[in-house]
């Protein structure tokens, strides 16, 4: 009876070829410093019968040695996030960036989500990486902060200063400015920004970057500034946001002072304008132009204007981290920026319309 490859020993090979288990093993590690002739029979015995090295049992053995071990594993930890944001387009962006890396690298991803503040990550815990990429919903655990300082870790998508890793994240003060500026030239002077969770870093850096660009055009005014707190949970919201309380005021506004275009803090918040214009025969951009941030193809196929918007190049992000958390686990020496900015690009289709300037 044919024995199954990984029913095959050292022992079996050394057998087999009539060399010793001490140069089987060299072999097997990727010593090449050996005789041609019995390099090419431990190789050619090898190859015959099938026999597979069980890496398991191989990282335990060189643990117990006191050797590093490598896995060629990379963890992509999500904190204080369920297993519900697997579906998430924007996790699925991030992933995608980090899988192409390391399919060019060598390496293998292993995805967990933590949704307790006081967990170690299971990957890290049993030894199953050689270091983790770090993406939070709000500030990072301390007990992945203390893992850092003693293995490779990189965050993606989050501006937590306390946190002693190199970040890699997107540009949302340049997006924030970059999609005002982009309906300014549209013709619009009454921009409104509109955000629905006042408590998100990323938003907040949009709205300081609509600030900014506003404020350079001596255009700012907060009367159209409008923030709603709204707590996050470990879930992915299931429902668009209710904007009728900050629609309602905008309508309310006489005419020549309401926004003619309503800069919304990501493509989510834009749903909930959608639906209060449907609901209220009010059309985009007859009556509002609309602009989002995140790109979203889900939300294009819900409604009937294709929405203008802003990609924030999540997969870059993740693909730059992934390079980042390899060198670091290759060359432990290597000095790293803290924070490391992408920019994102403006992605124009049919909700924001141009307005004559006189």
């Not at 190049?313 to 993740?318: G, H």
Request: with cysteine; glycine share 6%; proline share 4%.
């Amino acid at each position: 009876m044919e024995s199954h490859p990984n029913s095959i020993t050292i022992k079996d090979v050394a057998r087999e070829s009539g060399l010793s288990v001490g140069t089987i093993s060299r072999v097997i590690n990727g010593c090449t410093d050996l005789k041609e002739d019995t390099l090419k029979r431990a190789l050619e015995t090898i190859e015959k019968l099938g026999y597979k090295r069980h890496e398991s049992a191989h990282a335990l053995a060189l643990s117990k040695s006191g050797k590093t071990v490598r896995t060629n594993c990379i963890g992509v930890v999500f904190c204080e996030m369920s297993e519900d944001w697997m579906s998430n387009e924007i996790v699925s962006r991030y992933l995608a960036g980090l899988e192409r890396e390391c399919r060019n690298n060598g390496y293998h991803s292993i995805v967990e989500f933590v949704p307790s503040r006081e967990s170690i990550p299971r990957c890290v815990a049993d030894r199953k990486v050689d270091g983790i990429i770090v993406k939070s919903s709000s500030m990072i655990p301390d007990s992945v902060k203390e893992l850092a300082s003693s293995f490779p870790v990189v965050g993606v998508g989050m501006y937590d200063s306390s946190f002693n890793a190199p970040k890699v994240v997107p540009d949302n003060l340049l997006a924030g400015s970059e999609a005002c500026g982009y309906l300014w030239r549209k013709g619009h002077r009454r921009i409104a920004f509109i955000n629905s969770n006042a408590r998100h870093a990323m938003f907040q850096m949009r709205f300081k970057g609509y600030e900014m660009f506003m404020r350079s055009m001596d255009a700012f005014d907060q009367s159209l500034c409008f923030s709603i707190r709204q707590e996050g949970g470990i879930a992915p919201l299931s429902e668009l946001p209710d904007m009728s309380g900050v629609m309602d005021e905008i309508m309310k506004m006489p005419h020549d002072l309401r926004p003619t275009a309503l800069l919304c803090c990501n493509d989510w918040t834009c749903g909930g304008i959608y639906v209060y214009c449907r609901e209220n025969d009010l059309k985009i951009p007859e009556d509002f132009s609309v602009f989002g941030f995140d790109n979203s193809s889900a939300f294009s196929l819900q409604f009937g204007t294709p929405l203008s918007t802003y990609d924030m190049n999540l997969a870059a992000c993740s693909s730059l981290a992934a390079t980042i958390l390899i060198k670091r686990i290759e060359q432990a020496s290597c000095d790293f920026k803290d924070i490391n900015m992408l920019p994102g690009y403006l992605v124009e289709k049919k909700s924001v319309k141009e307005i004559a300037r006189i």
